[in-house]
């Protein structure tokens, strides 16, 4: 059954973007309810790596951020965003993701767009690149109405399709990460939020985080 967002069968994609990593603006959107346990546990291998890959290559000037996301109460009690907005150093990052962990939850879809619009208000640095990656295992609110506990969308009112386009406004580049069956479901969404900003589609865990 339909759900409160809608996603356009056609997205017109602007230019492919070719990036330059000598100033890199790299924020990581993460889903951390409870079903999220064994690839959070994987995602924070390859961020590291990937970090200390463009870092030994001297290549970049690169700032970090981190955006966790669980959900709303009384879906979840926890909280619905922590963020760790840019820094410079990678030893703060990787103590933060150290810290994250995967619990709660409530229903099926999640705070997604009140991770993506935290990602949007971070310091991003107007001569960077600016890439924002999203790993999800569920979708957000207002897609379909069975099992969602906010069936009118998100209840501080952020509509993904809306904050992804003011990413793409801004030079924002996403790249949906999508892991487990359930968010595959979804392919569409994840799909058309990257395409808007310039990239060509969605991964799985396995392909890409």
């Known amino acids: 059954m339909a759900g409160a967002i809608e996603v356009p069968d056609f997205v017109p994609q602007p230019l492919l973007k070719h990036h330059d990593v000598r ?3 790299l924020a990581f959107v993460m ?55 840019f820094t410079p150093s990678l030893t703060t990052m990787q103590k933060r993701m150290n810290q994250m962990n995967a619990s709660g939850g409530g229903d099926g879809p999640e705070a997604v767009a009140d991770g993506l619009y935290k990602a ?8 960077a690149t600016k890439v924002c990656v999203l790993i999800a295992d569920a979708p957000p ?8 506990g ?15 386009r003011e990413m793409a406004e801004k030079n924002i580049t996403l790249y949906s990460v999508v892991c487990g069956s359930y ?6 969404f994840f799909m058309a939020i990257a395409h808007l ?6 991964a799985s865990c396995r392909e890409r985080v």
């Open 141 to 148: 609110h207002g897609l379909d109405k069975s099992g969602d």
């Open 31 to 85: 889903d951390c309810t409870g079903s999220m346990g064994s690839w959070i546990a994987e995602a924070k291998k390859n961020i590291q790596s990937i970090v200390e890959e463009i870092v030994a290559k001297e290549m970049s000037d690169i700032h970090l951020g981190l955006v966790e996301y669980r959900d709303h109460p009384p879906q979840d009690s926890t909280f619905v965003t922590r963020v760790l907005d």
């Open 197 to 202: 900003t310039g990239e060509i589609g969605r």
């Open 23 to 25: 100033i890199l603006d």
């Open 150 to 164: 906010f069936p009118k969308g998100c209840p501080a009112g952020h509509d993904p399709m809306k904050i992804v």
């Open 183 to 188: 968010a595959e479901s979804f392919k569409d």
């Open 120 to 127: 949007l208000k971070m310091k991003w640095r107007p001569q």
